[in-house]
C-alpha cells in the first residue's frame, strides 16, 4: 500500500492503495465513482475513459500511480450546481443515450476534444469529432446522434435529427428522450457491476475450453482450501434440476457427465475478492477424456458425426422446418430465369458493451449483518430485509430467469426474486442464463451476497451468438419480371445447446423468400447441434441471414432479366392483399412499397447514377427489401400484464405509475410505454413514471425479444391505463390501481396456413458505398432507409434504433466474425472483434412510413430488430454495381475482393475469417 | 482484477531508473505509457511483473529538443505530442503521420515512440516512420550513455536487443530534414480483428533538382524485425525520381523479403500487391514534399 493523492472532479483525494492498482478500479471501488464503467479491459472499448490533465486515457489499463499528483476529471464531476454541462444537454437533446454504458466514455472524451479546442479558439469540425472518438466505442447509437450533439455542445447550432412523422397525438408521437436517459449521462445510472452489497463475496466459474469431452473426475479439494474461498459448488451440489433453457431445457447449470462447448460450466467458486476466486480456479483439477467434435453444421448430419447429445433420437438435427406453397415444380417450369446460388453468413457476437453481471442474494439477507446498507433497496426505497433468494441481473426476460433458478434451487418459482437492473446492451444475447443461477447457487450455499461479473473474454467465450449459415436459394421469373418460385435449403449451426436455434432458424425460414407475394415456395432447413459456441437470438433473428441470400438473388436476376434492381422489386413486392410464404393474407399495414419509393426517389435525386469512379475509388449504390415479424407468432401465446397505478400529486395532480417486468436495454421502453399509458390518462408523459423488471412487484411482459415490448406491453400499459382512467370516472380523486392481461392476437403455428404473425414491418435501405480499386477496401458513404413501423410512438428514441440497428448491420456485413477453429474460439479476445466505431458510421437518411396497425398501440408495430436486416445486402449489391464481383460470404474481405477485382473474376466465395470454401448443397437436404 | 504488477515506480532521474532494475534484478519492467505491457499481462500473455518502472516522469525526458542538426525526442513523450509538434510534421512528416495512426486517441496519449521502439514489433508504426529517418536512440546503463542506429535494436519479433534488465531507451533522434528532403509514411489495415498493419512503410527522399541524393525506405510486416530497406533505397540514389524508378525499389525491395499469408490478416500475395501499389505512392508524396512545401 502506498499514499495517492490526486484531485478527482475538484476534490483532492488522498489515500492508501495498493499500486499494483488500475485508475479504473480506484475510481469505481476506492472512490465508489462507478460512473466510469468496464466494457472490456484491453484498451479496446474506451468505455472507461476519463481525463487526465485534459487528456482522454482509458483507465481500464492505467496504472493508479500514473495519475499520481494528477488532477482527474470523470462524468460525475460535469455537472455545476445542478446544471447539466453542454455535452450533457446535448447529449439528452439528439437522443445520443440508449442503454448508457459507453455515454460515460463517449462524453468524457468529447469533453477533451472541445476543452482543448477551445483552449486555442478552434471550431469542431465532424472530422474532428470522428478522429477523436475513433476508439470510444458505441454499440447502440449508430454515432450519427453522439455527433451531432457534440457539434451542438461546441456552441453549433445542430438541431437533433428527426425524420418526418404524423402529427403526433397529445403524448404519443411525441420525440423525447428515454426518461432513465438522465441518469445515464449523469453517471447516476446503476448497472448491476455498479452495486455494492455489505458481506458480498465475488465469484468465478471453471469453464471446459475443450468443445467436447467426458469428464473424468472433478477434484476441488485444493480449491476449497484456499483462504479466502467460501464455497466451491459442482453439479453435485445442485438441490433441483441441473438444466435451463428457454424452450429446450438440455443445457447443464454445472456439467457432471460432459462438456459439449468450449464455454461449459463446472463448477463456481465465491471468494472474498476476484483474484481469489480466480486463484481457486486453477486449483480446481478437471480430468477429460476429450472426444471428437463436429463443428460444421452438414457435417453433424452425416451418419458416424459425434453426438452433441446422445440421448436425443433426432441425434443432431435438432429440427428440420420445412415452409411450402403452391408448387414449385411448375413454378420453375414456368420460369424464364433462374438464378441458383450459395452463400455464407457467418457466427456474430453482440458485443454489448456492459459484459454479463449477476448478483446473487440469498434468503433472509441482512445487511446491517456485515456492517452496512444496500444500495439498490435503498434506492427502491424498501426494507433492508431480502426475505427471498434474490437475483440481480440485466436480463431480457426476468421471469424465464426466475423460473429457470427456482427449478434448480429446487424451490417454487415464488421464492425466487429477480430483480431486473439497467442492462447496458442486450440484442438478444442476454436472453439466456448466464451467471443468473451460479450466482443465486452460491449466495445460498454461503448465505452471503455473491456478485458474478464476466470478463469480456468470459462473455466472448459464453453465451450464445447469431447462427452462422449456409444456404443454397433458387429463384425463378418470368421475362416481365414477375417471381414464380423460390427454393432454398438452410443449414443453421445451433450449436451446443437449443436457446433459440428452433426459433430463430424458423424465423429464417419462414422469411427466406424475401417480402415478395410469389406463387410457389419451397424452404427447408436444418438447424443443428454441434460442438461449436450455442447460437440463439441476435436482432433480426434468422432473417437477418435468409435475407442476404434472398436480396442477393434478386439482384442477380433482375440483372438477367435487364430490369432496373428497383423496379424489379416493386413487380414483386408484398402488398395489402397478397399472401405470404405460409399462406398468411396481409389484410393491412403493408408499408412495403412506400419504403421502396421514399429510397428510390431520395437515391435517384438529382443525378443519379447506379456507379462512377472518383479518382481511385469507385462508388456504387446497392438496394435491399425487406420484411420483419412483430411478435413471438407461431401460435406461442404472446401476451403481456401491465399494472398501472394512479393518484393525486398535490403539486403535479393527476400522476401515474407502470409496472411490468418487460426489459428495457436502450431501446428506449419506458419512454414508449409512459406515454402510451399518459396519452389514455389524458397526462403529460413526464407523470408516468415506469417501473419495469421485478417480478414481485411487476406483472410478466413477458420477454424483450421478436419486436414485440411495443406492440404487446404497449397495448397492455394502454389498456391498463384506460382501465384506470375507467376507475377514475367513478372515484375521482382516488388512488387506484389497475392490472390488465392483453393478449395479441392469435396465431397459427407454421404449416396450418393460418395467420403466422400479427404484424409485419417492412424495410428498404439503399447504400451508397466506395471501393477503394487500389486496396479492395469498402467503406459505407450513406444510407437512405424507410421503415413502415406502423405509428412512431417516439420519433426520436426510434430513430435511434435505426440507426443503431443500421450500423449493427454495417458491423456484420463488413467487419465482425466470430472465428472458431474445431471448437475452439480464436476471437476470444475483444482486440480480435471489431464492431463499427464512428470512423465506419455512415450518415443516414431516415424516411418513417406509418402504415397503421389497427391492433396495435395507436396503430404501431415493432420495429427493434426491422433495420438490422437489409443492410448487408445492399453493400454487396452496392459492392457487385461497383466490381462486377458478387460476394457469397459476409464479412466481405478486401483481400479475396481485390484479388477478383484483379483477375476479373466474377465472384467471391471467401468471407473475412473463412478457412474453406463455401459447402455444396442439395436442395431438400440429402446430407 | 488480477494484479498485472506489485510495485510502480516513478523515478524522476535515470540513474533511479537504473537502480531500480538492478535491484529487481530482472523482476522489473520500464514502461511509457504500457498499453501494450499491460493489455497483454492483463490477458494472461505474460506472467506478472515484480515492479514496473515508469519512465514518463525522468526529469529532462518528457520533451521535444532540437540539438545540431537532430530533433531529439525524451522516452516519456507521446505518441499524441509528436503528432502535433510543428517541427516533426515539418521536418519528420513521415514520423508524425506514423505515430498518428498507432492505436486510437486514447492510446496515443499515453504510448510513446521509446515503449513503441522497445518493443520491437515487427510493424510498430511509429518505428517504421523513425527508420526511415535513420532515426537513432539513445541507450543508458550504469556503463554510461551511447547512441545507436534504431534499425540496429530489433533481435525478433517482440525481441529487442536493449538489455531491459539493465539498460533504458532514453532518447530518440533523427536527422532534421532539409528543404531538399520530404518524407511520407501510410499503412494498410483491414477492419476486422486485430489492429495490427498489413503493411506500415515510409520514406525519406532527399532531392536535387529531379535527382534523388539520398533515400531511406522502411516497412513491416515483412520479415520478423522492420526492416530498413537498403536494398530498394539504394536503386534509388543518384538516379532521377520517376515511376520507373519507384518501380524499380519495389522490386528491390520484393527480391530481398519473403513475404507470407498470416492467417485473418493477409494472404502473400495481397500484401505484395500492397507494397507494389502503395510504395510509389508514397515515394512520389515524399517528391513532392521535396522542396520545402508540405
Not at chain 1, 468465478?204 to 473424468?216: E, G, L, M, N
Not at chain 1, 459439449?260 to 477429460?288: F, K, P, S
Not at chain 1, 443516414?844 to 420495429?863: D, N, R, Y
Request: proline share 5%.
Amino acid at each position: 500500500m502506498s499514499r495517492l493523492q490526486m484531485t478527482v472532479n475538484g476534490s483532492p483525494v488522498d489515500i492508501e492503495v495498493d499500486e499494483s492498482r488500475y485508475l479504473s478500479d480506484v475510481l469505481r471501488d476506492e472512490l465508489r465513482l462507478t460512473g466510469t464503467k468496464i466494457g472490456c479491459a484491453e484498451a479496446e472499448c474506451g468505455i472507461c475513459t476519463v481525463l487526465v490533465d485534459g487528456t482522454p486515457i482509458v483507465s481500464c489499463v492505467y496504472p493508479a500511480f500514473k495519475a499520481q499528483g494528477r488532477h482527474i476529471e470523470t462524468i460525475e464531476g460535469l455537472e455545476h450546481d445542478g446544471k447539466l454541462h453542454a455535452l450533457q444537454q446535448a447529449f439528452l437533446d439528439h437522443g445520443a443515450v440508449q442503454c448508457g454504458i459507453c455515454t460515460p466514455g463517449l462524453i468524457m472524451t468529447a469533453k477533451g476534444l472541445l476543452d482543448r479546442k477551445a483552449a486555442v479558439n478552434e471550431t469542431v469540425s465532424e472530422a474532428d469529432i470522428r478522429a477523436a472518438l475513433k476508439d470510444s466505442y458505441c454499440r447502440c447509437t449508430g454515432y450519427q446522434s453522439v455527433i451531432n450533439a457534440i457539434l451542438q455542445a461546441s456552441g453549433q447550432d445542430v438541431p437533433p435529427y428527426l425524420p418526418e412523422t404524423r402529427a403526433p397525438e397529445s403524448e404519443v408521437g411525441k420525440p423525447r428522450p428515454n426518461p432513465n436517459a438522465l441518469a445515464k449521462i449523469r453517471g447516476s445510472a446503476r448497472f448491476t457491476d455498479d452495486y455494492h452489497f455489505p458481506g458480498m463475496l465475488f465469484a468465478r466459474t471453471k469453464r471446459a475450453h475443450v468443445p467436447h469431452a467426458r469428464i473424468v473426475s472433478i477434484d476441488a479439494a485444493a480449491a476449497r482450501e484456499l483462504d479466502g474461498v467460501h464455497a466451491v459448488l459442482t453439479h453435485e451440489d445442485i438441490p433441483g434440476r441441473n438444466a435451463h433453457g428457454v424452450v429446450s431445457v438440455d443445457w447443464p447449470v454445472l456439467c457432471g457427465l460432459k462438456v459439449r462447448y468450449a464455454g461449459d460450466a463446472v463448477a463456481i467458486v465465491a471468494a472474498d475478492n476476484e483474484a481469489i476466486a480466480t486463484a481457486a480456479l486453477d486449483l480446481i483439477n478437471v480430468e477429460y477424456e476429450e472426444l471428437p467434435a463436429v463443428t460444421d453444421p452438414i457435417a453433424a448430419l452425416q451418419p458416424n458425426a459425434p453426438q452433441v447429445h446422445s440421448e436425443r433420437p433426432d441425434g443432431n438435427l435438432l429440427k428440420h422446418i420445412k415452409v411450402g406453397k403452391g408448387n414449385i415444380d411448375t413454378g420453375f417450369a414456368a420460369a424464364d430465369v433462374i438464378v441458383d446460388q450459395t452463400y455464407r453468413t457467418p457466427t456474430t457476437e453482440h458485443l454489448f458493451l456492459e459484459p454479463e453481471c449477476s448478483i446473487g442474494v440469498p434468503a433472509g439477507y441482512d445487511p446491517t449483518r456485515f456492517g452496512g446498507t444496500c444500495d439498490a433497496l435503498a434506492e427502491r426505497g424498501e426494507t433492508a430485509r431480502h426475505a427471498k433468494t434474490t437475483i440481480y441481473v440485466g436480463s431480457q426476460i426476468p421471469y424465464a430467469d426466475r423460473d429457470q433458478a427456482a427449478a434448480t434451487l429446487g424451490v417454487e418459482a415464488n421464492d425466487v426474486r429477480v430483480v431486473a437492473t439497467l442492462m447496458g446492451g442486450g440484442f438478444g444475447g442476454k436472453e439466456d442464463i448466464t451467471g443468473q443461477i451460479h450466482a443465486a447457487l452460491l449466495a445460498e450455499a454461503t448465505k452471503q451476497p455473491v456478485k458474478m461479473l464476466y470478463s469480456r473474454q468470459e462473455s466472448l467465450l459464453v453465451h450464445p451468438k447469431r447462427h452462422a449459415t449456409v444456404i443454397r436459394m433458387r429463384t425463378g421469373a418470368t421475362k416481365d419480371g414477375k417471381l414464380v418460385a423460390v427454393e432454398a435449403t438452410l443449414y443453421g449451426d445451433g450449436g451446443a445447446y437449443a436457446s433459440l436455434s428452433e426459433k430463430v432458424l424458423t424465423r429464417a425460414t419462414t422469411h427466406a423468400s424475401g417480402p415478395y407475394d410469389i406463387p410457389n415456395v419451397r424452404v427447408d432447413c436444418f438447424a443443428t447441434y454441434t460442438n461449436n459456441v450455442p447460437a440463439g437470438a441476435f436482432r433480426g433473428f434468422g432473417v437477418t441471414q435468409s435475407c442476404f441470400a434472398a436480396e442477393s438473388n434478386m439482384d442477380i436476376l433482375a440483372g438477367k432479366l435487364g430490369l432496373d434492381p428497383v423496379e424489379f422489386r416493386r413487380r414483386n413486392a408484398l402488398d395489402v392483399g397478397s399472401t405470404t410464404v405460409t399462406g398468411q393474407v396481409m389484410r393491412e399495414s403493408v408499408g412495403l412499397h412506400e419504403c421502396i419509393d421514399r429510397v428510390d426517389a431520395d437515391m435517384r435525386d438529382g443525378d443519379f447514377r447506379w456507379t462512377w469512379d472518383e479518382g481511385h475509388k469507385r462508388l456504387a449504390w446497392g438496394l435491399a427489401i425487406g420484411y420483419k415479424n412483430t411478435g413471438l407468432g407461431g401460435g406461442a401465446p404472446d401476451k403481456a400484464t401491465a399494472e398501472v397505478e394512479a393518484w393525486q400529486d398535490p403539486e403535479k395532480g393527476l400522476v401515474a405509475e407502470v409496472r411490468i417486468s418487460s426489459a428495457e436495454m436502450g431501446q428506449g421502453l419506458p419512454g414508449v410505454l409512459a406515454s402510451c399509458a399518459a396519452e389514455e390518462l389524458g397526462i403529460p408523459t413526464e407523470s408516468v413514471s415506469v417501473l419495469l423488471g421485478d417480478t414481485d412487484v411487476c406483472p410478466d411482459g413477458g420477454p424483450t425479444t421478436a419486436s414485440r415490448q411495443t406492440f404487446v406491453s404497449g397495448n397492455a400499459a394502454r389498456l391498463a391505463a384506460r382501465d384506470v382512467a375507467e376507475m377514475l370516472a367513478e372515484a375521482p380523486g382516488t388512488r387506484v390501481v389497475a392490472q390488465h392481461e392483453y393478449w395479441a392476437p392469435a396465431t397459427q403455428p407454421l404449416g396450418t396456413g393460418g395467420d403466422m404473425h400479427v404484424a409485419f414491418s417492412f424495410v428498404a435501405q439503399a447504400a451508397l458505398c466506395e471501393i477503394d480499386m487500389r486496396s479492395g477496401e469498402v467503406q459505407v458513404r450513406k444510407i437512405v432507409a424507410a421503415h413502415d413501423v406502423g405509428r412512431a410512438i417516439n420519433p426520436l428514441t426510434l430513430e435511434g434504433q435505426i440507426e443503431g440497428g443500421i450500423v449493427m448491420c454495417i458491423g456484420y456485413a463488413l467487419t465482425e466474425h466470430y472465428i472458431q477453429e474445431d471448437g475452439k474460439p480464436w476471437t476470444n479476445v475483444m482486440a480480435r472483434y471489431k464492431t463499427p466505431s464512428i470512423t465506419h458510421a455512415p450518415p443516414i437518411v431516415s424516411h418513417i412510413v406509418e402504415h397503421e396497425l389497427s391492433t396495435g398501440p395507436f396503430g404501431a408495430k415493432g420495429m427493434g430488430e426491422l433495420p438490422s436486416i437489409v443492410t448487408g445486402p445492399a453493400i454487396t449489391n452496392a459492392i457487385y454495381n461497383a466490381t462486377g464481383v458478387r460476394v457469397r460470404s459476409l464479412p466481405v474481405d478486401q483481400d479475396s475482393l481485390l484479388q477478383a477485382i484483379r483477375a476479373g473474376a466474377t465472384e467471391v466465395e471467401l468471407g473475412w475469417g473463412d478457412r474453406h470454401p463455401i459447402p455444396t448443397i442439395e436442395f431438400g437436404g440429402e446430407h | 482484477m488480477t494484479s498485472a504488477w506489485n510495485n510502480y515506480f516513478a523515478p524522476d532521474t535515470v540513474a533511479d531508473a537504473l537502480d531500480i532494475l538492478q535491484r529487481y534484478d530482472g523482476q522489473a519492467r520500464v514502461i511509457g505509457g504500457g498499453t501494450d505491457l499491460l493489455v497483454e499481462t492483463r490477458r494472461g500473455l505474460r506472467r506478472p511483473i515484480e515492479a514496473i518502472v515508469d519512465a514518463t516522469r525522468i526529469g529532462g525526458l518528457g520533451a521535444i529538443t532540437e540539438e545540431d542538426e537532430y530533433i531529439v525526442i525524451g522516452c516519456g513523450v507521446s505518441h499524441t505530442t509528436i503528432v502535433n509538434d510543428p517541427r516533426i510534421i515539418r521536418y519528420g512528416t513521415c514520423l508524425s503521420e506514423s505515430c498518428g495512426v498507432i492505436g486510437g486517441p486514447q492510446v496515443r496519449n499515453t504510448g510513446t515512440l521509446a515503449g513503441n521502439v522497445a518493443h520491437a514489433l515487427p510493424a510498430g508504426d511509429g518505428t517504421i516512420g523513425l527508420l526511415a529517418l535513420g532515426g537513432e536512440v539513445e541507450i543508458t546503463s550504469s556503463n554510461g550513455v551511447c547512441w545507436i542506429p534504431a534499425k540496429d535494436t530489433f533481435a525478433g519479433p517482440g525481441r529487442s536487443h536493449i538489455d531491459r534488465h539493465r539498460e533504458i531507451l532514453t532518447r530518440i533522434r533523427f536527422r532534421r530534414t532539409t528543404d531538399n528532403e520530404g518524407s511520407a509514411h501510410c499503412r494498410v489495415m483491414r477492419p476486422q480483428g486485430l489492429c495490427l498493419p498489413i503493411i506500415s512503410m515510409a520514406t525519406r527522399l532527399e532531392l536535387h533538382g529531379d535527382m534523388i541524393t539520398s533515400a531511406g525506405i522502411s516497412m513491416g510486416p515483412v520479415g520478423p524485425v522492420p526492416w530498413f530497406a537498403e536494398p530498394a533505397a539504394a536503386v534509388l540514389v543518384g538516379q532521377p525520381a520517376s515511376a520507373q524508378q519507384f518501380g524499380k525499389a519495389v522490386e528491390a525491395a520484393l527480391e530481398n523479403i519473403t513475404l507470407r499469408t498470416s492467417k485473418y490478416r493477409a494472404t502473400e500475395e495481397y500484401r505484395e500487391t500492397m507494397i507494389r501499389t502503395h510504395l510509389p505512392i508514397i515515394l512520389e508524396t515524399a517528391v513532392r514534399r521535396a522542396g520545402g512545401s508540405q
